[in-house]
């Protein structure tokens, strides 16, 4: 089965050949596999990781504070309002069920056991996204999938910062990187 026709009406940065990406990759994870998203923005990629595997009986964990002033206060802006209602409302659309923490990256990390995810997707705040490598890094399988988006990126040097942790990384399509852990 392809991508699901209405994630591509979500707001988002996420192109199709990314989208089909993470759902053919989520699609590899065993069923009771868990997903984790560090940034879920209107819920565009994390409707293409729920369509892989929710109904198989995985986990998807979107992680975003969902906040535009914590987006204001590091100078941000977003095209699209996306709070927790309307990341809500549109997974609830899709019939999708994924669990939400709002919060932080860090936060989340702290309270997640060690060696328990198959899939991680870092696209939240780009400037951080070494420190959510190495705050996630324990937290991945021996042989899961750590991967994030915008790399090469527009700003805030994710290429350097994934590069100087993973020399080795592999490309996916677009701005898409990705490595087993």
Known sequence: MGL???ILT???????PELKWILYTVEKLPDDGVVVELGSYCGRATAAMCQGILGRGGTVIAVDPFDDADMARR???SKTKCMLDTFKQVMATLDFSPTI??????????????Q????????????DVGE?????????????????HDFPGPSFDVEGQVLKRFPNV?????KIW????
């Open 101 to 114: 923490w709002q919060m932080t990256s860090l936060e989340a990390a702290a309270q997640t056991e060690d």
């Open 132 to 148: 959510d490598i190495d705050a996630w890094r324990s937290k991945m399988k021996p042989g899961s999938i750590m991967s994030g």
């Open 178 to 181: 990705y490595t087993n852990v």
């Open 170 to 174: 592999s490309q996916g399509p677009m």
């Open 4 to 6: 699901d026709k209405r």
């Open 75 to 77: 100078g941000l802006k």
């Open 116 to 127: 328990s995810i198959d899939m991680i997707f870092i696209d939240a705040i780009h400037y």
């Open 10 to 16: 979500i707001p988002g940065w996420m192109d199709r």
